[in-house]
């Protein structure tokens, strides 16, 4: 079965570094999403991308945050400067169909910012 | 703002019972609330979708209601399994994005 696939799994970063995840969504699937879930706490809304441009962010997606799809199948997160509250799993979604309906997402990446 | 609670943060159910969750959400009614499953590390699992015109629906041994006079979706798992066990994430639609409920653990207990 197809599935999302999200790398790396861990990464640990400095504070105040660039990081970049990295997702290839399943590959006939047309909107794509990232969620967060601090550690015991809810999973968090990003921001959804669709037809090559932000369909909608929340208020976590400051000016830190960008996405990209660079080509036709990977679909990236880059955080230009990481803070301490940044750590966090991070999830990538997409889905076929209609926005925001019957997610698929990935394992994560684990986020942990010194 | 929209708020999602879900009635418990852990639920133990004897193997063989039926397993109830409920989701309660304030302010207005999403058009559809979805139903996933999060295991340990892992990411959501998306299970099911109801419309807000739809009182029932059924998924093998899954069933969910939305009764949008209650403001309030149930989620039942019927004769659980020790494999049910898991986090369930009841989740609405808000402003072109999904939110997510903290989410109910589930402990199936042979």
């Known amino acids: 079965e197809p599935e999302v696939t999200q790398t790396p799994s861990h990464q640990v970063t400095q504070m105040g570094q660039e990081v970049i995840l990295r997702c290839v969504p399943i590959?006939?699937?047309?909107?794509f999403y990232w969620y967060r879930q601090i550690l015991g706490q809810k999973v968090e809304f990003l921001v959804s991308?669709?037809?090559?441009?932000?369909?909608?962010k929340s208020e976590i997606f400051d000016d830190q945050f960008s996405v990209e799809r660079p080509d036709g199948s990977n679909f990236t997160l880059k955080i230009r400067s990481t803070k301490l509250e940044d750590s966090a799993m991070y999830f990538c979604?997409?889905?076929?169909?209609?926005?925001?309906?019957?997610?698929?997402f990935g394992s994560g990446t684990q986020l942990s910012v010194l | 703002s929209q708020k999602i609670e879900q009635n418990s943060e852990a639920l133990n159910i004897q193997e063989g019972k039926t397993a109830t969750l409920t989701c309660n959400y304030t302010n207005y009614s999403p058009a559809y609330l979805q139903w996933y499953r999060q295991d340990p590390g892992r990411g959501p699992v998306f299970l099911l979708l109801?419309?807000?015109?739809?009182k029932e629906k059924r998924k093998e041994r899954l069933k969910v209601t939305f009764d949008t006079t209650l403001k309030q979706s149930l989620f039942h798992i019927t004769a659980s399994q020790p494999a049910d066990s898991a986090t369930y994430l009841c989740?609405?639609?808000?402003?072109?994005?999904?939110?997510f409920g903290k989410g109910t653990r589930l402990h199936i207990l042979p």
């Open positions: 989740a609405l639609d808000r402003d072109d994005k999904i939110i």
């Open positions: 979604a997409s889905n076929l169909d209609r926005l925001n309906e019957k997610l698929f």
């Open positions: 590959s006939n699937h047309l909107y």
């Open positions: 109801i419309r807000e015109n739809e």
């Open positions: 991308f669709y037809n090559n441009e932000i369909s909608e």
